[in-house]
């Protein structure tokens, strides 16, 4: 984490918003000014140092998932059948109900909401995807949620796929006063996923505003008493009975585990592609016709490479 | 460190995109190009909760299947089954669902009045060894304070219905008032 930290110490000279990113250059838009090749320069330490010829690899490999329907398979994960024997269209009693709800409720059995899981499937899609995408571009996830309950539960999916979860009181500027709280430069989480939208006493959770203040998307379970307005994606399901939970947590780790994985893959993909066959790819613009230009040979700077790097 | 705070006015993704157009905002977050080839459903624009006046109502219909009725004679007529239901099996049939089963069975022989059916059915229910125990006549003299939960709500719209309406209490009550008195179970009245 230190070489990290102090990159984005130099970084913070004035210049990124939002979500820091360690590795500089990293941009998803390849004409837009990269701001910092003279501020790393000026500094002793090169965190990460890349090569010019595998900015647009690293595009490539970022592009590459957007241009397929299902890249990561997210249908074959689960179907309306297991959704409703995980018992995820039970809703509350008519009382409880939120207005903003009723789009995704089917109808009520003896004044219980039911789900319509046709509506839920789509949604869960939309949102495993989202996640699954997020995850194989090494996006920080935070896993919310205040049940009680499921509190170990949602703790340790979190551990297992690698990510993060946060599911006790949730102090007030944790995402607005991230700085103060947290400590400089510190980087928020690129997606959170709500496991349950309301707290303990049944008021929207406050994550909720604050990630949409902050910009940060979110994934949710919205049950029939929730609001689903202000979550980028929400998921309309049960979200207090234990197999429903279980099923939530057990597709989450799975997507993310899986998006993962095809990062590695991809870029092993590529780094030998780009072993085997350089003059073949059509590279970048400022491609010194060198063999070992490549990511696979990080161990050994070259010098001639484009003079904006400072030789460590 | 440029970004909007306003969660009010657009979504995550509108205020996104206007702070990269006019370049306030230096960096495309991460999401932002996943947001872009797959957007979700609703964009997730803030809405207030208005509380609904007067007679408007939430365009929510009842489930109702036409086993209801049957059911609902069911426990008129004998109360809560006697065996417990079981819920960890999937497969369970409770002394109800084997009632209602074996009505449409009967009615599908072409049997076409209820009382009959409902007497054929609870016989043949006793003959395949489920016990059936009445619920003691002044249960069933209490029933008339029991129509308000019988007639279906008014808000009824769902197609599962069967279109003849009828008026279902005063047909139960009638029907309740004859076997009651035919065989007592020995169910001593509360």
């Known amino acids: 984490m230190a070489p990290a930290a102090s990159v984005s110490r130099l970084l913070g000279a004035g210049v990124c918003a939002g979500p820091l990113r360690p590795r500089l250059l990293q941009s998803a838009t390849p004409g837009r000014a990269r701001p910092s090749g003279r501020t790393l320069a000026s500094a002793a330490t090169p965190a990460v140092r890349e090569p010019e010829g595998s900015i647009d690899l690293n595009d490539r490999i970022l592009n590459e998932p957007l241009k397929h329907s299902d890249f990561f398979n997210v249908k074959e994960l689960f179907s309306v059948r297991s959704l409703f024997d995980a018992r995820v269209h039970l809703g509350h009693k008519a009382g409880c109900r939120h207005r903003f709800m009723e789009p995704y409720i089917f109808g009520s059995r003896l004044d219980q909401d039911i789900i319509d899981l046709e509506q839920t499937a789509a949604h869960l899609w939309l949102a495993l995807n989202f996640t699954a995408h997020v995850a194989y571009r090494k996006g920080i996830i935070l896993f919310v949620g205040r049940n009680r309950q499921f509190s170990h539960l949602i703790e340790t999916t979190a551990r297992d796929c690698g990510e993060y979860a946060h599911t006790r009181y949730f102090k007030g500027g944790l995402l607005t006063n991230a700085p103060l709280l947290l400590g400089p430069k510190v980087r928020l989480p690129d997606l959170i996923i709500f496991l349950h939208t309301l707290n303990n006493v049944f008021e929207p959770h406050v994550a909720v505003r604050d990630a949409a203040k902050m910009q940060i998307p979110t994934v949710g379970i919205v049950d029939t008493n929730c609001n689903p307005c202000l979550i980028t994606y929400p998921v309309p399901g049960n979200d207090d009975s234990p197999p429903s939970v279980h099923l939530f947590c057990r597709l989450f780790q799975t997507i993310i585990n899986r998006a993962k994985q095809k990062r590695r893959h991809m870029e092993a993909l590529y780094r030998l592609q780009g072993q085997e066959g350089p003059g073949a790819r059509g590279g970048g613009p400022a491609h010194p016709p060198s063999l070992g230009a490549y990511p696979g040979d990080r161990s050994s700077p070259l010098p001639e490479e484009s003079g904006s790097h400072a030789c460590p | ?190």
Not at chain 2, 39 to 66: C, H, M, N, S, W
């Open chain 2, 1 to 190: 460190m440029a970004g909007s705070r306003l969660q009010t006015v657009g979504s995550v993704f509108s205020r996104t995109r206007d702070l990269l157009r006019a370049g306030v905002l230096k960096e495309k977050p991460l999401w932002f190009d996943i947001y872009n080839a797959f957007p979700p459903l609703r964009e997730p624009v803030f809405r207030r909760t208005r509380l609904r006046y007067g007679k408007a109502k939430a365009a929510i219909q009842d489930i109702l299947y036409p086993e209801d009725r049957i059911r609902a004679k069911f426990y008129l007529a004998y109360g809560s089954g006697q065996k417990a239901f079981d819920l960890f099996n999937p497969n369970f049939k409770s002394t109800c669902q084997q009632f209602v089963e074996k009505y449409i069975e009967l009615q599908k022989l072409g049997e076409t009045d209820e009382e009959k059916l409902f007497v054929e059915t609870g016989k043949a229910l006793l003959a395949e060894g489920v016990i059936l125990r009445r619920v003691g006549e002044a249960r069933t003299q209490k029933a008339g304070s029991h129509v308000s939960w019988e007639s279906e709500p008014s808000d009824v719209k769902s197609q599962t219905v069967l279109e003849n309406n009828k008026p279902l209490p005063e047909a139960l009550q009638g029907q309740h008032m004859e076997p009651s008195e035919e065989q007592s179970k020995g169910l001593s009245p509360p």
